[in-house]
């Protein structure tokens, strides 16, 4: 089989060290982190490269127009909040979206959680000043604490540590419930939570699991043995995060003992972000050489030029699935700009997979200081993709969220018009403001039709 990564005869995991790295924590105790380091390179990967260009093979499909990528999570995983029902929640929501999809759209859902190695945020000022006190910001749990504190803020290598395990027992779980009986479609109404069954969005959601049974029971009385049928029982659920912290990234790189391939342990798929993805930087050089699917996110400040350069450091062999563009363009000017990005990259003939990202265009500062997004904008910047492949004959591979299986009050609006006043209930994110599982639903139904829409082939 071809690889699907050659690597420039220069690349190797730590080549991206001669390389301006951005966003990187200045960590106080060098040694330390090194020897964090090698305690990393120990470890045993999290992944391995089968999986990964398995991955690859099902966004393949998504770039043939057969198949929709749906990619969700938190915007920053959390040391705090890890529990088994708050990884198992989130992975309800996304089962219930892609079942809803996939039922009601008809097509196959590729499921990628930002779940698993979530951990490390690019910030756009690298201190945060309250009153008089100015301290390094945030920068995510691998590296620091949220609290506003001298001590919580210091960056600690030790943290990687932590992520990596975390990490692990977070994969660990979800490799059982998605293949342990959790994810078999007959129990496709027991994902249907609480305080969603309640709402309008999940009464809607009960028909659908209803009609999924009714088909079931259509499909065994006419003889089909359904226990024979893998794709009832158990789902593909894919791990994915942005590789910011690059000296933990090169730590999980490993040669693939088959191929002689390099794969990035840490997690299936790994994004570059838009703070981070300069042609000539250090994190598009690592993402260059690892053969899994990899990510560039789009920002309103992306060229054409910089976008088929992007496209032609990270797939220079054109393979379909190599790559996902995630735009983030912003409601209001996605229709403007989008459309110069897609003749660019068409011309270049990279078969890339198109994602829309319809949260990080669309973040702004409540009145009472909180961070948060409209639904509605949300919603619009999904609508303005659409229109704009289905005008550029292109496909509208998938949708990049930030959501969270809890009831929060993060983002404004939807069915349950949540207010800014509202905010302050339920605002539990470590990071951006992430839909809640009502929300996410609501937007599924919504892309369902968008899906409809699209002419045949
Ligand atoms: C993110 O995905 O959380 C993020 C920081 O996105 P971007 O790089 O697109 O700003
Ligand atoms: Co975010």
Redesign the pocket.
Known sequence: MASAVTPPSTWYPGSWRDRPAEQQPTWPDEDARKRVEARLAALPPLVFAGEARNLTAALAEVASRRAFLLQAGD??ESFDEFSADQIRDKFKVILQMAAVLTYAAGVPVVKVG?IAG?FA??RSQPTEIIGSTELEAFRGHMVNDDAFDPEARRPDPERLITAYHQSAATLNLLRAFATGGFADLTQVHAWNQQFVSTSPEGRRYERIAGEIDRALRFMAACGIDLAQEAGLHQVDFWTSH?ALILHYEEALTRRDSLSGDWVDGSAHML???????RLDGAHVEFLSGILNPVGA???PSATPDEVVGLCDALDPHRVPGRLTL?T?LGAGRVEELLPPLIDAVNESGHPVVWAC?P???NTFTSSSGRKTRNFEDIWTEVRGFFRVHRQKGTWPGGV?L?LTGDDVTECLGGAEEISEADLDQRYTTT??PRLNARQALDLAYRITELLRDLPDD
Request: with cysteine; net charge positive; hydrophobic share 20%.
């Open positions: 915007c920053a930002r979530q945020k690019p942005e994004w570059v972000g838009e703070r981070t993805r996110k789009v920002g995630i983030r990202d949260m990080h265009g990049h930030e990071c951006d």
